[in-house]
C-alpha cells in the first residue's frame, strides 16, 4: 500500500477557496427563490392520468372503427344465413307426408289429442 494523499497541507487554501465556490448560499432568499420556480415548472406540468391517454386517442379510434366494422359485416353475414335457412326450410318437402300432417286436424278433437298425448299415428 503506498501513502498517498489527496492533498497536502499546503492545498488548504485551494481547498478554502473551493468549498466558498461550492457552497450553499447564506440568504434565505436565493432559496425562496428557487422553491418558487420549482413550484412554477411543477405547475406547468400536468400530473394527471389522461394525459398519458391523449397519446392513445386516434389509435383507439380506428381500431374502435375496425371493430365496429367488422361486427357489422359479421352480423350481415349471419342475417343472410340466417335468410337463407329460413328460405329452404320453407321451400323444401317436409320431412312428414302432408296426410299424415293434416290428419289430426280431419279426425274429431278428442281422438286427436289421445294420439297427440300418447305418440299414436
Same mark, same amino acid.
Given at each position: !500500500? ?12 485551494? @481547498? ?5 465556490? &461550492? ?5 434565505? /432568499? ?8 420549482? !413550484? *412554477?415548472?411543477? /405547475?406547468? @406540468? #400536468?400530473?394527471?392520468?389522461? *394525459? ?6 386516434? =389509435? ?5 372503427? @375496425? ?14 344465413? #340466417?335468410?337463407?335457412?329460413? &328460405?329452404?326450410? !320453407?321451400? *323444401?318437402?317436409?320431412?312428414? =307426408? ?5 290428419? =289430426?286436424?280431419?279426425?274429431? #278433437? ?5 294420439r297427440f298425448l300418447f305418440g299414436h299415428r
Amino acid at each position: !500500500m503506498s501513502d498517498i494523499t489527496l492533498y497536502s497541507n499546503d492545498d488548504d487554501e485551494i @481547498v478554502r477557496g473551493l468549498r466558498s465556490l &461550492y457552497a450553499a448560499p447564506a440568504g434565505d /432568499a436565493y432559496w425562496n427563490e428557487l422553491e418558487a420556480r420549482i !413550484m *412554477s415548472r411543477v /405547475a406547468d @406540468v #400536468e400530473l394527471g392520468w389522461w *394525459s398519458e391517454l391523449d397519446r392513445w386517442v386516434r =389509435p383507439a379510434l380506428a381500431a374502435a372503427a @375496425v371493430l365496429v366494422l367488422a361486427a357489422g359485416v359479421a352480423m350481415f353475414r349471419a342475417h343472410e344465413a #340466417e335468410t337463407e335457412i329460413a &328460405y329452404d326450410n !320453407m321451400l *323444401s318437402s317436409p320431412a312428414v =307426408p302432408v296426410s299424415t300432417a293434416i290428419r =289430426p286436424a280431419l279426425q274429431n #278433437e278428442h281422438e286427436a289429442i289421445v294420439r297427440f298425448l300418447f305418440g299414436h299415428r
